[in-house]
């Protein structure tokens, strides 16, 4: 099998990156070797794992590409790692999460076009409607500013609360909630840890790939989906500035734009809970 898959242990990887130990070459992208370029790609387990899997399998080597994929858990770690020149490009991220992480960490790096999005839902055990929700009930929210504001747009949509006049939906946070009338208890979590503690809340808001992961389908059992028009959260290729115009990563995220691709994505999530964004 072509493709490596390298899960990384979030604590080990921070540990040497923090000491020093692990770092690349910034100024290069990929290995060549025989008229192969090997990619080093960054990516969440699913979905982008899979589109990977699947370029790497069926179109990467007519392309003079050989991926090797380096999975991460940790959203922290992708752009560090890119940063750092560890990995080659990331799949991972949208773009306000990038633009914060630009404006946070420093880093250099450059989007390209979308090419999926996994709609965010609230899940619940305990009820099969919004509208059910109890008085003061538990809800389970993303402690990132880039997917909390997201997710606070999808309950106002919901009518669940409202945001103050003027807030951004991108940058909102949960002190720029104006209106509570179920007196919701919010209760902030890491985004890779809400699936895993559904049971201890009343409902939650789950990226869609930690709930593809957790067996959830956001399309079937999320009780609220957030809407996919016009949505400005869709995923894509990172590269570093420095190396956006090489003709390799160029080559990668045309495949991944590729008639292919998008037939992929529909058939292995035809429920919805990954829609194609081009």
């Not at 709609?119 to 055990?125: D, E, H, I, T, V």
Request: charge should be negative; include cysteine; hydrophobic fraction near 40%.
């Amino acid at each position: 099998m072509k493709i490596k898959l390298t899960a990384l242990a979030a604590s080990a990887t921070l540990l040497l990156t923090g000491c020093g130990l692990v770092g690349g070459d910034t100024d290069s992208v990929g290995e060549e070797d025989g008229g192969i370029t090997k990619l080093t790609i960054g990516a969440t387990p699913v979905p982008q794992g899979d589109v990977l899997r699947f370029v790497d399998e069926n179109l990467a080597e007519d392309a003079g590409l050989d991926l090797e994929v380096t999975e991460y858990t940790d959203y922290t770690l992708p752009n560090k790692a890119l940063s750092d020149g560890d990995i080659d490009a990331n799949y991972f991220q949208h773009k306000p999460y990038l633009d914060s992480e630009v404006e946070g960490q420093g880093y250099e790096l450059t989007a390209f076009d979308p090419i999926n999005l996994e709609p965010f839902a609230l899940f619940s055990k305990s009820i099969k409607d919004v509208d059910d929700l109890p008085k003061g009930a538990k809800v389970g929210i993303n402690n990132d500013p880039a997917n909390q504001g997201r997710a606070l747009k999808m309950l106002e949509e919901a009518k669940v609360i409202t945001l103050k006049d003027g807030v951004d939906a991108v940058d909102a946070k949960l002190s720029d909630v104006e209106d509570n009338p179920k007196d919701v208890e919010f209760v902030e979590a890491d985004a890779a840890q809400l699936a895993r503690t559904l049971d201890d809340v009343d409902a939650s808001v789950i990226n869609g790939n930690n709930a593809l992961e957790a067996g959830l389908s956001p399309a079937k059992d999320g009780i609220v989906l957030e809407d996919a028009k016009d949505n400005p959260y869709g995923n894509f290729l990172a590269a570093r500035t420095a190396n956006k115009d090489d003709e390799n990563i160029k080559k990668l995220d045309e495949l991944l734009h590729s008639p292919e691709v998008k037939k992929f994505i529909e058939d292995k999530w035809s429920d919805g809970s990954v829609l194609p964004s081009f």
